[in-house]
């Protein structure tokens, strides 16, 4: 390592926990520092944009780029990134797949923007006041980014070489990455960097043929601290995560919830844990099943889709055919 | 894509030429899909000149791929395979477009037709160019057979085989083989005598050197795949030891317990609680009968025990249990009669003259509980006329659509026999009259000539409600005689009603312990109605007789012929091919979740506790695709079902709806502003 390479790090639609988990490994950051000059990370770094803009394609050696496309100006900022960067990595669940800001995807702007500058009990806002991409003010024109309909991933949006799964990614999935670009070891563009197998394989509670009779809340029980928490009624997506975390949440009694995203190969995460449930609910009665089902999973889309509705086939709601915001009579 | 794909657009004569424009079809595949080198339409493509007509194709133009658009695979696929490994192309390389069922026999506007042929074929052509090659594997054939049923269609299947040389392990339910046959009295329409024509079989199989008779079993576990299936019988506790039993009858003798037999009197007669069904039974050890005997109830009596020669009973003997291997299996298991009290205006039940067909079998049998009199359920008075209704059960939305095949028949036997017995009068009361067999309709003529009366009317009811004079003490059958136009009431003394043949109660439990479907009604469905009528979609699982449809003793007897030369045609081959279109699991993707251990309908997953994952064994997976689609971690791969094939197979049905490769992305709503 003679020559010193560049990292940007940025963050879109995300909540900053991806920022964090950069930092969480540890003393490793000073040798992070000592292999990159930093060029670009909003959250600790002094750096503008027009200087990235300014910067000769491919000039920046890697960049972790988290969070989901929710604006345009994210929009812009990956795509000006993507311009800019040999490497480009989508960093954290939310650039992965959409995560949490996907699900905004059962929605609409219009929706969304009804609940947030007029219904909720808190909004203050006696002239209906609504953000506008252009005001003119006395000094000039303002700009605001063009709030999206639809949220999406990173690789929606530009061309991706690598995905890091998780909410946030683990300290040493991020480390390997890191090292593996240090070390000129990248797997083949394209991939996802992690295991080919899926979050049960790391998981140390014991297993049998599984048969559900009833779906519990976490609420609802304590759980047996051995046997698999699936077979106890408690909907683990552990079954269908890709492993990488260490089997974190079922090896402490709380039911994974799928923010590794979907295994090797896998078009959609939701339709594997739905028809993979569906086949071990234990009953040939039509509404026996209705009723497991209705009563222990009453919320199949967060329960499903929490991380990938965005990147998922089902993607979104559907909006009505002029695309002016409306959600279509059928959504 | 680099593959050279044959694009065959059959007509089928006008089947699919009628509606679809298959030239437009043919010129178009050839202009506009990415990979179709031959593009041609044929008046018939499964007859020999078509398939050459692909075999040319392949040797002389180099095509990687061959796509055939004509019927269901269910009828072809085979033959297109065959064409193309005939001319060196793996056959798997090959795939249908069904636009016969799919579109011309279901579409009724020839442009909408045309259209959808289109988008059909677009599918397939994608689809088939992401094919891989595969080879069926070779496993042996185990020459033994289980038959499933000891009626006269059991009985015929098994003997075939044992006469061949093959062993046969034959299961029965009662404690005799002979099933329905063994109760009637004469037979249509010759009119030989039941038990001359069957107890000689019966014996042939008690004593075949080749067949191994489990009486009073019943199949109870199922695994395993064609060539080499396992299988646990349970031998129902006799209560009598079959090596020391001599079958004197001693016993049944002196039991002085009596009951009402329902099953082989039909209810007409007693047997002991130790009993054989009747007295020609095979085998002819009797069995005891736990819920009436009296030893079993109340613990004292044992009279059969004291008086048995040779120490026989055991009343300590416990249901055992047998495993064996065969390489097929043949499910004979006939047919049960419709419940006549279903129908509560007949009567049945409530007035007392009124018998089913089978308590008249039993009447007339000379060994039945009258010795062959017809008589009146006092068990004395000779009735002066008979009334015969026909369709009962049968023939009839309320309970079942289809005709039973053999009550036109047996009416007119049992009309005999009253004419030949009694001086009673008979009508019967019938919708159509269905003879359309060898002797039959020669045997309908011999009844108009023996003074049978033919009403052609459905009854509409049985009453004992009399209104006009000489009705008085008779059962009036209400029916309007159609040929008349007249509305008539007739006054007989008994009715005997003719009751539809139904699937056994069992038969949809049965099926699916041997892995094959049943028709809606119950029956067990064929591979082919018409082209292989004794085979069904499982390899290695026949069926033969009653259990397949109604049927008349003649046809029952051809289907176990014809299952056994099929089961000989496997054994004797020695070795059967195993479809490669089966599922896999990559070990390393799988996490030992035990999602799919539970859900192959053939038992073929197993879990290796060892490397904590599953395993499917190949031999035994039909390719169904159940598991694939459970596996949370998609560890399972179905051949000839990937996910890549099916997707290039959607993108092609709607190739007129999306362009290019179906981007992914949605489109930018707004173009980006600087921030
Ligand atoms: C009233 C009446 C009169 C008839 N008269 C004539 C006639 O004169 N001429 C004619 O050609 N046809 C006649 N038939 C038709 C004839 O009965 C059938 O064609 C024939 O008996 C069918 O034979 P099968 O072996 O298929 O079935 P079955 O005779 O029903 O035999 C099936 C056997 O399988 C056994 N079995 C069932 N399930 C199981 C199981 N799960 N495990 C083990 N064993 C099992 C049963 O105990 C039975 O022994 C008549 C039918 C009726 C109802
Ligand atoms: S608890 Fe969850 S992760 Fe662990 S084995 Fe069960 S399903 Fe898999
Ligand atoms: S167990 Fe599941 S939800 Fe928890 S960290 Fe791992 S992948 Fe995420
Ligand atoms: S023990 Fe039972 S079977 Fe034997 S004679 Fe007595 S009642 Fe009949
Ligand atoms: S369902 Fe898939 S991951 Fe789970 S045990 Fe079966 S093959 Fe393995
Ligand atoms: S595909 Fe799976 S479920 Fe179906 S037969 Fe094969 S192993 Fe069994």
């Known amino acids: 390592m003679t020559k010193k390479g560049k990292l940007a790090n940025y963050w879109a639609a995300s909540c900053g926990g991806c920022e964090i988990a950069v930092l969480g490994i540890n003393e490793k950051i000073l040798d992070v520092a000592n292999a990159f000059d930093i060029v670009l990370w909003p959250v600790a770094v002094d750096a503008k944009i027009h200087s990235i803009e300014k910067m000769e394609d491919k000039s920046i050696d890697l960049c972790l780029f988290n969070g989901a496309i929710r604006t345009s100006e994210q929009e812009y900022m990956a795509r000006l990134l993507r311009a800019k960067s040999k490497v480009m990595v989508a960093f954290g669940s939310c650039a992965h797949e959409g995560c949490i800001p996907g699900l905004a995807n059962v929605t609409n702007r219009e929706e969304i923007f009804q609940t947030a500058y007029h219904d909720t009990p808190s909004t203050d806002n006696p002239e209906g006041i609504r953000p506008q991409t252009e005001t003119e003010v006395d000094e000039g024109m303002l700009y605001l980014p063009v709030f999206y309909d639809t949220v999406k991933t990173l690789g929606q949006t530009i061309e991706v070489d690598y995905y890091l799964p998780g909410c946030p990614p683990e300290p040493e999935r991020i480390w390997d990455s890191i090292f593996a670009k240090l070390e000129g070891k990248l797997p083949a563009p394209g991939s996802v960097i992690g295991a080919e197998t899926t979050v049960c394989d790391d998981c140390p509670r014991t297993r049998e043929e599984k048969k559900i009779t009833e779906f519990k809340r976490t609420w609802e029980i304590i759980p047996d601290p051995e046997t698999c928490l699936l077979e106890q009624g408690l909907v683990c997506c552990g079954i269908a995560t890709r492993a990488g975390c260490g089997a974190l949440c079922p090896t402490v009694g709380s039911p994974c919830i799928g923010c590794y995203g979907p295994n090797e190969g896998v078009e959609d995460f939701g339709a594997r844990m739905m028809t993979a449930l569906a086949s071990v609910i234990d009953s040939e009665d039509p509404e026996e099943i209705d009723r497991i089902i209705h009563e222990g999973i009453p919320d199949p889309v967060g329960t499903f889709y929490r991380f990938s509705l965005a990147a998922s086939q089902l993607r979104r709601s559907t909006l009505a055919a002029d695309g002016d915001g409306e959600a279509a009579a059928s959504a | 894509m680099t593959e050279k794909v044959g694009v065959y657009i059959c007509h089928c004569g006008s089947n699919i030429a009628g509606v679809v424009d298959v030239e437009e079809v043919a010129k178009w595949a050839g202009e506009n899909l990415e990979g179709v080198a031959v593009s041609r339409e044929y008046k018939f493509m499964c007859s020999s000149l078509g398939q050459e007509l692909i075999e040319d194709d392949i040797k002389n133009e180099g095509l990687t791929r061959v796509v055939v658009a004509a019927c269901s695979p269910h009828l072809h696929e085979r033959t297109f395979r065959r064409a193309c490994a005939n001319a060196g192309l793996n056959p798997y390389l090959c795939h249908m477009a069904s636009i016969r069922e799919q579109v011309s026999w279901v579409v009724e506007d020839n442009e909408v037709a045309t259209e959808k042929a289109k988008a059909m074929i677009a599918g397939a052509v994608n689809r088939v160019q992401l094919h891989e090659e595969l080879e069926p594997s070779l496993v042996p054939v185990n020459p033994n057979t289980l038959v499933v049923g000891g009626g006269i269609a059991g009985i015929q299947a098994s003997l075939e085989l044992a006469d061949a040389g093959y062993p046969v392990y034959l299961v029965e339910r009662e404690p005799s083989i002979g099933g329905h046959m063994a109760q009637f009295d004469k037979t249509f329409p010759t009119l030989d005598c039941a038990a001359c024509i069957l107890t000689p079989k019966m014996s042939d199989v008690g004593a075949h050197p080749n067949i191994n008779l489990l009486s009073y079993s019943e199949v109870e576990e199922v695994s395993g795949y064609v060539g080499n299936f396992s299988v646990r019988i349970k031998k129902k506790a006799k209560y009598v030891d079959e090596e020391l039993c001599t079958g004197c009858g001693i016993c049944i003798e002196k039991c002085p317990k009596k ?349 290796l506790e060892d490397k904590e994952v599953s395993y499917i064994n190949t031999a035994l997976c039909k390719g169904c695709g159940t598991c694939v689609a459970a596996c949370p971690a998609q560890a399972i791969s179905g051949a000839h079902y990937s996910n890549e094939q099916i997707f290039a197979e959607i993108e092609g049905l709607l190739y007129d709806v999306i362009s290019g490769n179906g981007a992914k992305a949605p489109q930018v709503e707004q173009e980006p502003v600087p921030a």
């Open chain 2, 259 to 607: 009951v009402i037999d329902d099953v082989f009197e039909a209810g007409m007669g007693y047997r002991k609680s130790i009993y054989r069904p009747f007295p020609q039974a095979v085998p002819n050890i009797p069995v005891i009968d736990t819920v009436s005997c009296t030893y079993f109830e109340t613990g004292k009596c044992k009279a059969c025990e004291i008086f048995c020669p040779t120490e026989a009973i055991d009343f300590e003997q416990q249901d055992s249990y047998l495993d064996i291997d065969v390489g097929n299996i043949i499910l004979a298991t006939g047919y049960d009669l419709f419940d006549c009290k279903t129908i509560p205006q007949y009567g049945y039940g409530r007035l007392a003259n009124v018998f089913t067909s089978l308590e008249f079998e039993r009447m007339c049998n000379a060994s039945g509980p009258t010795e062959g009199k017809i008589v009146l359920r006092d068990g004395v008075t000779e009735p002066e006329s008979v009334a015969i209704i026909h369709c009962v059960g049968s023939r009839d939305e309320n309970y079942n659509r289809y005709c039973s095949a053999i009550c036109c028949m047996s009416s007119l036997k049992f009309g005999h026999l009253v004419v030949e017995k009694t001086d009673a009068e008979v009508f019967s009361c019938y919708i159509d009259m269905r003879t359309n067999q060898k002797g039959y309709e020669e045997f309908y003529e011999r009844l108009l000539e023996e003074g049978m009366n033919f009403v052609r009317g459905k009854v509409a009811e049985v009453t004992d409600a009399f209104r006009l004079p000489g009705e008085e003490g008779k059962l009036i059958v209400q029916v309007e005689d159609t040929l008349l136009g007249i509305q008539r009431r007739i006054p007989v003394d008994m009715v005997i009603l003719m009751a539809a043949l139904e699937p056994r109660a069992d038969a949809r439990e049965v099926g699916l312990q041997f892995g094959i479907a049943c028709s809606m009604e119950g029956w067990f469905t064929e591979r082919h109605p018409k082209l292989d009528p004794v085979a069904t979609m499982t390899d290695g699982i026949f069926i033969a007789g009653a259990a397949q449809g109604p049927k008349d003793i003649p046809a029952v007897v051809a289907q176990g012929a014809a299952a056994a030369a099929r089961v000989q045609g496997m054994i004797t081959k020695g070795t059967v091919e195993i479809e490669p279109v089966v599922a896999t699991i990559t070990e390393e993707m799988c996490s030992g979740c035990r999602i799919c251990n539970t859900l192959c309908p053939f038992n073929a997953i197993e879990y």
